[in-house]
């Protein structure tokens, strides 16, 4: 099973070669529109940077990347960025390099190798959180059956992610992939005493 890891909050790492600043930061991103956003916000924090260099991944269910050298030469500071990103398998994140330049150029090895080490740095700097993928399952049942969906809690490993309590209870259910044949196997042997069950589809849970 292939796991991926996030962060939930903002880490910074600060890089100098040759007079040229280099700040990374790593930050979670949930949507292209978040990373937009943040990327937006940092070019408003860091005006006078000579390149904001990035790479963002998102999506663990159907992965979205991009990655761009704003001004650098081509592939040698948004894709070692984004080469971090996959090599940590690092996902719901932007990772973002602004450069100020110290008037040494560095040519292009010095520079795949700046952004790369800047890149590292944010990621070692960060206290990472493993994704948990999961299949979700959305069961609307009576009142009177609460004693059934506690006893699939204590069963299995399975994550409340949205619940509804009106005239019925309706839950939206994370079950860990490992998991998720027996369970199920189990809806399905209990169907006829739930209102409905059916699989809501692919996702993941974060682990503190």
Known sequence: MIFFYTVTSGFRFDYRIKGSKFLG???QAASISDAEKILTDFKSEHPSATHHCYAYRINPVQTDEMAADDGEPGGTAGLPILNILR??????VILIVVRYYGGTKLG?????????KTAEGAICEA????????KTYRIIYEYAQQG??????HDFHITEMDASYLEHVELLIGCPLAEASRFESILSSKKHILN??????DSYL???
């Open 108 to 116: 292009k090895s010095g520079l795949i190798d700046a952004y790369r």
């Open 127 to 134: 206290v990472l959180k493993k994704m948990i993928p999961v």
């Open 25 to 27: 930061f790593l930050q």
């Open 87 to 92: 090599s940590f398998q690092m996902m719901n």
């Open 206 to 208: 974060i682990k503190n």
């Open 148 to 153: 059934l969906i506690d006893k699939l809690k």
């Open 196 to 201: 409905r069950v059916e699989l809501a589809g």
